[in-house]
């Protein structure tokens, strides 16, 4: 009987970023994917919530750090913290809900009960059974190693040793500031959580949404043919900054001689909902931090290392979240996220313009998934594996993204039609699994950035 034909991993014989030459075993493989939970997931910064979804001492959410369930909850001291779901008797998650409100989490199994900051409250016949042996201060739930928010964002590693979030995220920071910060009361998290699989690898819709505009009129045809979507124009960018990436059309200027009612542009073209707050929003962040940077208003597509996304395209705005399940196999969480300011009808307004795009159903997210899915399908077998993605658009003409975009935000950018942010992040995939330790990780990274 045949075998299937195993080797080693030689990370870097896989991936050559500047040459824009990707080894497509990178998504298939079993080992490949073993060692991304290893090396990617169990120690890089990875989005959990938004505190707007956890407002009252009580509130929880439940999502996942790689292939782990885990729980973000806000104690009743009104800390947040996060755990990993799982009851440390025997494992069984001890929560099932997505969200919710309570003050502790019983294990539905052995009836092992912690509170809501994780400690270990209660155990059935503690004292006639376990007669002293079990010390209950440390058998406590899992807590992530480091917790931290930007902008209301709620990220986690598992990683004592991982820097602080504002160092890992570096100048992309500037970029969150500019996504979800416009609005003085910051955003909220609206109609809970779209969740759905894709038989895809996790890395397919990053790579979409690290700014690849190159899809957009082939792949939504049919938005473009129904008149929801206008022609692409080719200024643009594509920028690598931090661990992130972002990319879309150039606005026009937002104030000085060349300014004009029509400065806001998005080949969206849905009918808009209250864009002259936006153009409110440009005009003060342009007073605030420079013309230039006013410009990249509305964000377009972005992600951050490893599975964070978000879009921006005029007033509608989009967290999601690419969770692995397999070499094959991606769950994917998405929250539709609004300026917190607004009027009920507003922000109802945009959650149904989110829905009618991007939702699971929308007219644009049923073609992304299509596409993912049958490139997973295209690259699984023997032959298909042992090609090469081609990733060679705008390559070589990347410069500095202040001389390419004026723009302040340190890192470098190339055009529109460019996979300039695909292929930086498979410099940092790279960099993550190769590395034994933060220390020469931090090194390499310091390298690509």
Known sequence: MATQETRPIDVRAL?????????????????????????????????????????????????????DPVIVSRGADGTIRAFLNACRHRGMRVCRADEGNTSFFRCPYHSWTYANDGQLTGVPRYREAYKGVLDKSEWGLKEVAQLAMHQGLIFATWDADAPSLSDYLGPYKTILDLTFGRDPEGIEIIGGAHKWTIECNWKHPVENFAADMYHVSSAHQRPADLGLMGQIESTGYELATGMGYVGHQLTGPVSGDEASEDALHSYWTLPNVNTYILKEQRARIADELGPDLARLIPLGHSAAFPNFSSLDIEMLRLIRVQHPRGPGLTMIHQFCAVDASLDADTKNELRKQYELSFGPAGLLEQDDGENWRECQVGMSGYIGRNLEHNMLLGLGQERASSEFLGADVPG??????????????????????????????????????
Not at 19 to 38: D, K, Q, T
Not at 429 to 446: C, K, R, V, Y
């Open 412 to 449: 470098t950018a190339g055009g529109i039609w460019s996979e300039h942010c695909q292929r930086q992040f498979y410099r940092h995939w790279t960099s993550f699994m190769t590395s034994e330790s933060w220390d020469e990780l931090g090194a390499q990274l310091e390298g690509t950035t």
């Open 15 to 67: 991936v050559d970023a500047d040459n824009g030459r990707i080894s497509r075993r990178v998504y298939v493989e079993r080992e490949i994917y073993e060692r991304e939970l290893e090396r990617v997931f169990a120690r890089g910064w990875l989005y959990l919530a938004h505190t707007s979804q956890l407002k009252a001492p009580g509130d929880y959410v439940t999502t996942f750090m790689g292939e």
